[in-house]
Every structure is written in structure tokens, then in C-alpha cells.
């Protein structure tokens, strides 16, 4: 949607001004601009795998919530695996913010590892 621009010639003595007034609730080219550069950094540190270890989990949540968007209850089982997923990650981070292991969250090639960790202990309790 375009703005409404009204441009003004106004005379002071031998000089001609020129005046923009656009719609208070628009915004300039520039701020939306900097709006959706914000915006698009946000969304992709949030959904790629390397910020996100349940990125997987979280899409899946969000497609089930799309397409069942009447009837939520048909995706409880996607949002509680999702929950699941993020405290894990978050019990991780917080256990190698204790033992001052930097950085916080894993990259991807050690999550497969400790993945597989967190099962066995899972299958010998």
C-alpha cells in the first residue's frame, strides 16, 4: 500500500519550499526497510538448526497448527515433543553454564552425541 504524499510549494520572500506531510501511520521507505531487516535476522537465528536444536520439532508444531488451525487439540502430542525438546536443550545449556563450558548450546556434530547420552542413561534408569 502506497502512502498518500501531498507535496506543498510554499513562497518565503525570493525562496520556494517544498513540503512532504504523509499520513501519520505510515512509515518511511527506510524504516520499513530497517523493520524487515530485524525481523528477518530474528526469524532465521531462531530457525536455523545451529541456533536452534529443536528447529526440527518447532516447524513441525507450527505446520500441525496451520493446518489443524480450528481444532489445536489434534496437535498436542507435536507441542508437548516440542516443550520436551526445548527444556532438554535448556537443562543442557544450563548444566554447561554451571560447569563454565562455552559455548552454551552445542554445535550440531556434538547434539547427535549427546543425544544419544541422555538415552542410554534414559534405558539404564
Not at 10 to 28: C, D, R, T, V, W
Not at 44 to 53: A, L, Q, R, V
Not at 102 to 111: F, G, K, S, T
Request: charged share 35%.
Amino acid at each position: 500500500m502506497r502512502s498518500n504524499i501531498i507535496f506543498l510549494q510554499l513562497f518565503f520572500g525570493k525562496q520556494l519550499f517544498s513540503a512532504h506531510i504523509m499520513e501519520a501511520n505510515q512509515l518511511s521507505e527506510a524504516e520499513r526497510s530497517n523493520q524487515r531487516r530485524i525481523k528477518n535476522r530474528q526469524s532465521t537465528e531462531f530457525n536455523n538448526e545451529i541456533n536452534n536444536p529443536c528447529s526440527k520439532e518447532h516447524k513441525m508444531a507450527n505446520e500441525c497448527s496451520v493446518k489443524h488451525f480450528e481444532d489445536r487439540d489434534k496437535c498436542k502430542a507435536y507441542f508437548a515433543n516440542y516443550r520436551s525438546c526445548m527444556e532438554f536443550w535448556t537443562n543442557i545449556k544450563a548444566e554447561r553454564r554451571r560447569e563454565r563450558i562455552r559455548p552454551l548450546l552445542p554445535p550440531p556434530e556434538e547434539r547427535e552425541q549427546i543425544l544419544r547420552d541422555a538415552r542410554s542413561k534414559a534405558k539404564l534408569s
